[in-house]
């Protein structure tokens, strides 16, 4: 099975984006050290600025069921076409903004959690690490004394 599962969850909850503002449709899903998938899809606001992205709903998601050891991570998305279709173009990689999200989620979880980056159709693929997407991170450890 591989990661073929997590592509998939992400993939479909990328067709559930509310993206009707840039139409690039993006789905996220965590898989965590249970076993258990938590999806989740970018959620634009006509304030532009107050957009969420898909990483931080699955990442949201895990944490209201409890379920915060976070193993690994798949993002998949694309802009939408003709019709609702994906356009495949690049594997989507996480904002800087979830990759602090997501460093947080590897500081709990005691890991490096592993990021699973597609494009809309599966067709391209690159796996990739949060310490590598994010070097010399800022953490929790910066906020205890010594
Ligand atoms: N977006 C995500 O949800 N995740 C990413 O990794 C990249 C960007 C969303 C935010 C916004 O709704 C749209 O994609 C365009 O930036």
Redesign the pocket.
């Known amino acids: 099975m591989g990661d073929d599962d997590l592509l998939a969850a992400a993939r479909a909850a990328a067709a559930d ?1 509310y ?1 009707p ?2 139409g ?3 789905g ?1 899903a965590v898989r965590t050290r249970s076993g258990r998938i938590h999806p989740g ?4 606001n006509a304030s532009y600025g107050l ?7 699955a990442l949201a998601r895990a944490v209201a069921e409890n379920d915060f050891q976070v193993v690994e991570i798949a ?1 998949v ?1 694309g802009k939408r076409g003709e019709g609702g279709t994906l356009v495949p173009g690049d594997p ?4 800087g903004r ?1 990759r602090q999200l997501l460093k947080e989620a590897a500081d709990v979880a005691g890991a490096d959690i592993r990021v699973i980056s597609a494009n809309a159709d599966l067709s391209k693929v690159l796996e990739t690490t949060v310490s590598e997407l994010l070097p010399h991170a800022f953490g929790p450890d910066h906020l205890t004394d010594g």
């Open positions: 984006a993206a503002y840039s690039f449709a993006v996220a899809a970018n959620m634009e957009s969420l992205c898909a990483e931080a709903a993002v998305g989507v990689t996480p904002c979830c």
